[in-house]
């Protein structure tokens, strides 16, 4: 039987439907429907990396300690969705229709600078100095008072969005707060007025006590499928403690975050034939750090279905496989201690 639920975050609501259920392996074909095929000869990321960056730039990448390697880079977007050069401004039409200048910033992190890396390959101190650079970029915008917001998310693969093979994510930092953001913050700080309690930390709780939806955990990390998945095999990242902003993030969890993301990369390469996702970083705003109702969260999305007019028309997703079988699969073995 299909069953209707609700985000009790955004309040989204998905019907899950069991009658539709699919395997891992009905999904495998997409996956190797969106293969890349850029070479690195024609790669414009692997030219800018052989370029070095402005020396005592503090906010190029992350520089390996021993022999002062680059590992990482940050490049400016050559196609910006928005540009820091632009001064803010707000247009009214008619007092009807209102808009900013596009001020903000476009930027493209090189994950590695390995042309063919994926997350499942990557070494786990490659991994962390990805995670260190993401973290540079909360410093580097809250410098710039007309920026309100730093979303950073990555598309793997041309169905999820990507143009280019090259491993990297993407940092938009804007003026205003996105609206998801800010439909999450609404809520959350809704929840802790009722019960003094983040809503996160709630969840985190729950997901420990019932496992059903529980994939993976080390000591800082936990991964699980949500209650009310969108997606097949969508999957949250979320740290124990309770951290609203990945500034005040220290590097053991950091560290224990790369070892979360090698975990569950690979098992999403092995189950589902490497498919392409996005997955997306939720942090507390730039001028509102250390809330204590909000909680620093990854949301991960195989892209496995696609919304169609269901989905748009009426904004309730429906899930084919859930969040549980979706878990269990992912979850090692049974008997596993990674997620005990
Ligand atoms: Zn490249
Ligand atoms: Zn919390
Ligand atoms: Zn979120």
Not at 36 to 53: D, H, R, Y
Not at 121 to 148: C, G, N, P, V
Request: proline fraction near 8%; aromatic fraction near 10%.
């Amino acid at each position: 039987m299909s069953e209707i639920r609700k985000d009790p975050i955004s309040h989204t609501w998905v019907i899950i439907s069991i009658e539709r259920a699919k395997r891992p392996s009905d999904y495998t074909k997409a996956s190797a429907e969106n293969e890349n095929g850029q070479l690195s000869e024609n790669c414009p990321l692997c030219k800018e990396a052989a370029i070095p960056p402005p020396p005592n730039d503090p906010w190029s990448g992350i520089a390996k300690e021993r022999n002062n390697q680059w590992v990482t880079r940050v490049l400016p977007n050559k196609f910006p969705a928005l540009k820091p050069d632009v001064s803010l401004a707000q247009k009214e039409e008619n007092g009807f229709y209102h808009s900013l200048s596009g001020v903000g910033g476009h930027e493209i992190i090189l994950d590695s600078l390995n042309h063919t890396e994926t997350l499942s390959q990557m070494k786990l101190s490659q991994l962390e100095a990805m995670l260190l650079t993401y973290q540079t970029r909360f410093f580097r915008w809250k410098l710039d008072h007309r920026i309100s917001y730093v979303l950073i998310f990555r598309n793997y693969k041309k169905a999820a969005g990507a143009s280019l093979s090259h491993p990297h994510s993407q940092v938009i930092a804007s003026p205003i707060i996105p609206p998801r953001i800010f439909e999450e913050l609404r809520e959350a700080k809704e929840y802790y007025k009722l019960h003094r309690e983040c809503i996160f930390c709630r969840m985190i709780r729950d997901e420990l006590k019932l496992r059903v939806r529980l994939i993976y955990q080390n000591p800082s990390i936990l991964i699980f499928s949500p209650y009310a998945a969108r997606f097949p095999f969508e999957t949250y990242i979320i740290p124990k403690k309770h951290l609203a902003s990945l500034e005040e993030t220290d590097k053991k969890t950091l560290k224990d975050l790369s070892k979360a993301f090698k975990f569950l990369f690979s098992r999403l390469a092995e189950v589902l034939s490497d498919p392409p996702y996005n997955y997306m970083l939720h942090v507390s705003p730039l001028k509102t750090p250390g809330l204590l109702y909000y909680h620093w969260h990854i949301e991960v999305i195989p892209r496995l279905a696609m919304p169609a007019g269901y989905e748009f028309g009426s904004g309730i997703f429906i899930n084919p496989t859930s969040p549980e079988e979706a878990a269990k699969i992912l979850r090692k073995k049974e008997n596993d201690s990674s997620a005990t």
